[in-house]
């Protein structure tokens, strides 16, 4: 991998962090260069959420979840964040995952929604 794909992914995870935060979690890249490749792309206090970041014009999208399966424990929701340039970020994750997460936050998605805009994708 050039320094190039390295440089354009921890700016990727960092950028997943900063929007994590801005909804009121904690998040920080993960420590890859400390450890092991075993280190999540981004360390964050959502409960039972796997978190995976993909950073590129191409990808395979059934790859990267078969990935966040593989490394999330068997308790976590295997989430993937991807965007390419000049767009907006976009999660990924199985649909039964999915709809198990609307029944638990049914209550209260009405405080997170806003209207869809073009721009946004």
């Keep these: 991998m050039s320094k190039m794909s390295r440089d354009k992914g921890k700016r990727g995870e960092r950028e997943v962090a900063t929007?994590?935060?801005?909804?009121?979690?904690?998040?920080?890249?993960?420590?890859?260069?400390?450890?092991?490749?075993?280190s999540p792309d981004v360390i964050h206090n959502i409960?039972?959420?796997?978190?995976?970041?993909k950073?590129?014009?191409q990808f395979n999208v059934y790859n990267a979840l078969e990935k966040a399966m593989i490394e999330a424990s068997p308790y976590n929701i295997p989430v993937v964040f991807?965007?390419?340039k000049r767009t907006g970020w976009v999660v990924s994750m199985a649909a039964d995952d999915?709809?198990?997460a609307m029944k638990l936050i049914r209550e209260e998605i009405h405080q997170c929604h806003r209207p869809y805009r073009k721009r946004d994708l």
């Design 55 to 57: 950073f590129r014009e």
């Design 47 to 53: 409960p039972n959420v796997y978190i995976e970041v």
């Design 82 to 84: 991807h965007r390419k």
């Design 19 to 38: 929007i994590i935060r801005s909804h009121g979690f904690e998040a920080r890249r993960g420590q890859q260069h400390r450890g092991g490749s075993d």
């Design 98 to 100: 999915f709809l198990c």
